[in-house]
T-cell receptor, first 116, second 113 residues
Framework: AQKVTQAQTEISVVEKEDVTLDCVYETRDTTYYLFWYKQPPSGELVFLIRRNSFDEQNEISGRYSWNFQKSTSSFNFTITASQVVDSAVYFC?????????????FGAGTRLFVKA | NAGVTQTPKFQVLKTGQSMTLQCAQDMNHEYMSWYRQDPGMGLRLIHY???????DQGEVPNGYNVSRSTTEDFPLRLLSAAPSQTSVYFC????????????FGAGTRLSVL
């Protein structure tokens, strides 16, 4: 079954702290894609990163980094030196091929509060 | 660039009323989908479409209908609104649903009284 679990409902940190958002997924497929999206207080959903199931190389983009481990079915997101502007809800998503199409499922999200 | 346009932005319905949430995209994307967002539940997939004339059910399809007569439009119909359908609805599109980024509309906030 296709499933994405973000066990952390809310996280609160003080500015400049590092924070890691966890994402665990379930899939029967060997080919799939994982995503992270950000939803700031304004409400729109913004793409952050995509990773395919055959690429376990970690990625760093500025203060953001992602750790993909197939052995533990995890795709964790770390923000280094957090800033107030990082306050948002972050969603992990899993996309799989299905007969006749594709399907993307999101986790429940993690709300991050960064306090000044 | 309009991207994904959802209308209306806000709507209040009475129980039993019907309505259609509109979604249009101008990026020539084949894949479109509807999600609802509820507190603590994240984004849940209602219906999706991989191209004109093709639709399929997501995680929570009951009470909703969709059709895809053109590539650009993917309306979501509530047949008989219920208070449980009070939510924020997002429409999204992508070049394909597997590996490409989804672009989201601004959302429709629906209240059913």
């Amino acid at each position: 079954a296709q499933k994405v679990t973000q066990a952390q409902t809310e996280i609160s940190v003080v500015e400049k702290e590092d924070v890691t958002l966890d994402c665990v997924y379930e899939t029967r497929d060997t080919t799939y894609y994982l995503f992270w999206y950000k939803q700031p207080p304004s409400g729109e959903l913004v793409f952050l990163i995509r990773r395919n199931s055959f690429d376990e190389q970690n990625e760093i983009s500025g203060r953001y980094s992602w750790n993909f481990q197939k052995s533990t079915s995890s795709f964790n997101f770390t923000i280094t030196a957090s800033q107030v502007v990082d306050s948002a809800v972050y969603f992990c998503a899993l996309s799989e091929a299905r007969t006749g199409g594709f399907k993307t499922i999101f986790g429940a999200g993690t709300r991050l509060f960064v306090k000044a | 660039n309009a991207g994904v346009t959802q209308t209306p932005k806000f709507q209040v319905l009475k129980t039993g009323q019907s309505m259609t949430l509109q979604c249009a995209q101008d990026m020539n994307h084949e894949y479109m989908s509807w999600y609802r967002q509820d507190p603590g539940m994240g984004l849940r997939l209602i219906h999706y479409s991989v191209g004109a004339g093709i639709t399929d059910q997501g995680e929570v399809p009951n009470g909703y209908n969709v059709s895809r007569s053109t590539t650009e439009d993917f309306p979501l119909r509530l047949l008989s609104a219920a208070p449980s359908q009070t939510s924020v609805y997002f429409c999204a599109s992508s070049y394909d649903g597997l590996k490409n980024i989804q672009y989201f509309g601004a959302g429709t906030r629906l209240s059913v009284l």
